[in-house]
C-alpha cells in the first residue's frame, strides 16, 4: 500500500507500508542503533514519536516474547525503515515486526532515502510530521502534553529482597533498570509519577528517577519530591529524564537539543579525565545549566554536552545515558554499584 511521510515544513517523502493501514502523527525522531530494535520500539521514552531507523535491515530477526520487551507495548507512534525483512531468521523470534505493528495498530513505512530524510533532520532539527496511509490527519505535537502521566504505572509495585529499599519513580522506566536493582539484592518499590513516598510514609534508604519521554519540566510533581528528597540528604540517582530532573530540582536549568541523542553508540568522557565510555542513549532534551553545588560527572565527546551531573559532598548524582543499556553496550552499569555503595 503507497504511503507517505509529510514533514510540518512541507517535506514530502513517498513510502511503502508494512504496518497497520493507519495515518498516524507525532514527532520526527532518528536513531542510529544497529540492532535492538525490539527493546528500542518498546521503551517509554519514544513516547509520542515516529522514529526513523537509520540502519537499513530492520526486521530482520523478527520480535522476541513479551519478557524481553522494555514494557508492555510499543511506544512509539509510527516506524519509517529502508529496507523491512518480513522473513525474520532467530531463535527467540515469536513473530514478524510487520505483524507486531499490525497487532498494536502502529503504521510502518518503507522510505529508501532515509539518509536524505536523517539528513533533514540534522540541518533542520527534529519535527513533527505524519505518516498519510488512509487518511490526511492534522498535525500531533507531544511536545504540549505530559507525556510522563502517560506513560507512568498507575498503582505501586514492590519487587526484590535486601536489606537496601529504593524508591523508583516511574517517569517512564524501561524493565531492565529495576532488574539491575532486583540483580544486586536491593528491594524496590516502584510508584506512579506524581507519587509522594515522603507524604505516604514509606520507609526507604534511596530515591531513584528513571527515564522518560517529553520536557522534564512537564513533570512538576516529581520535581517536587526529588526537592524533599534532596533537603532531606537522601542518596538520589537519576537516569536519562531523570538526570534533567535532578538538575532541575536542584535549581539547574534544561533545553530542547536541536536533534538529540538517540543511539547506542555515542561516547561519553568521565569528566577531568581521559576516559570514554560508549553509551546507549536516548533523548531530546539535555542539562543547559549544572545547579550550585553540583559538577559535571559526564561530558559527550561529540557536542560536550552535559550527560551527568554529581553533588560535591552529597550523594545526589544522574546520569544522561543509559547504563543498563538494552539494547547497547553495558560498559556503564557500574554505575548502580557506585550509587549503591553510597548508601548508608
Known amino acids: 500500500m503507497q504511503a507517505k511521510l509529510v514533514l510540518v515544513d512541507g517535506t514530502t517523502f513517498e513510502g511503502v507500508s508494512f504496518g497497520a493501514p493507519h495515518s498516524h502523527s507525532g514527532e520526527i525522531v532518528f536513531a542510529t542503533g ?9 521503551d517509554p521514552s519514544f513516547a509520542g514519536q515516529i522514529l526513523i531507523m537509520t540502519y537499513p535491515l530492520i526486521g530482520n530477526y523478527g520480535v522476541p516474547k513479551k519478557e524481553l520487551w522494555e514494557s508492555q507495548k510499543l511506544q512509539i507512534n509510527g516506524l519509517i525503515v529502508s529496507d523491512y525483512i518480513d522473513t525474520p531468521s532467530h ?13 498494536e495498530n ?4 518503507v522510505i529508501k532515502d532515509t539518509r ?6 540534522r540541518s533542520k532539527g527534529v519535527m513533527l510530521g505524519k505518516i498519510i496511509i488512509d ?12 507525556l510522563v502521566a502517560q506513560v507512568s504505572t498507575k498503582k505501586v509495585v514492590k519487587q526484590g529482597k535486601g536489606n537496601k529499599t529504593i524508591v523508583i519513580i516511574d517517569c517512564g522506566a524501561k524493565r531492565n533498570i529495576i532488574n539491575c536493582f532486583v540483580k544486586r539484592g536491593v528491594k524496590t518499590i516502584t510508584v506512579p509519577w506524581d507519587y509522594d513516598p515522603f507524604e505516604e510514609n514509606v520507609t526507604f534508604d534511596a530515591l531513584f528517577i528513571s527515564n522518560g519521554p517529553g520536557d522534564p519540566k512537564m513533570a512538576d510533581k516529581t520535581i517536587q519530591t526529588i526537592k524533599k528528597a534532596l533537603e532531606k540528604k537522601m542518596p538520589v540517582l537519576g537516569i536519562c529524564l531523570g538526570n534533567q530532573l535532578l538538575a532541575l530540582a536542584a535549581g539547574g536549568d534544561t533545553y530542547k537539543l536541536k536533534y538529540g541523542h538517540r543511539s547506542q553508540n555515542q561516547p561519553c568522557k568521565l569528566y577531568g579525565s581521559d576516559r570514554c565510555y560508549i553509551t546507549t542513549q536516548n533523548h531530546g532534551f539535555a542539562i543547559k545549566t549544572v545547579p550550585t553545588g553540583f ?12 550527560e551527568g551531573i554529581k553533588h560535591k559532598k552529597y550523594p545526589f548524582m544522574s546520569v544522561q545515558f543509559h547504563p543498563e543499556a ?17 548508601i548508608k
Open 34 to 42: 544497529m540492532t535492538g530494535y525490539p527493546q528500542a520500539f518498546t
Open 91 to 103: 531463535f527467540q523470534s515469536n513473530m514478524t515486526l510487520a505483524q507486531w505493528l499490525k497487532n
Open 106 to 109: 502502529i503504521p510502518g513505512l
Open 116 to 121: 536524505a530524510l536523517t539528513q533533514h533532520l
Open 135 to 146: 487518511k490526511n490527519i492534522e498535525q500531533y505535537d507531544p511536545n504540549k502534553t505530559n
Open 295 to 306: 559538577e559535571p560527572w559526564f561530558v559527550n565527546a561529540n557536542d560536550q554536552t552535559i
Open 326 to 342: 538494552t539494547p547497547g553496550p553495558m560498559d556503564t552499569e557500574w554505575i548502580f554499584d557506585y550509587f549503591l555503595e553510597r
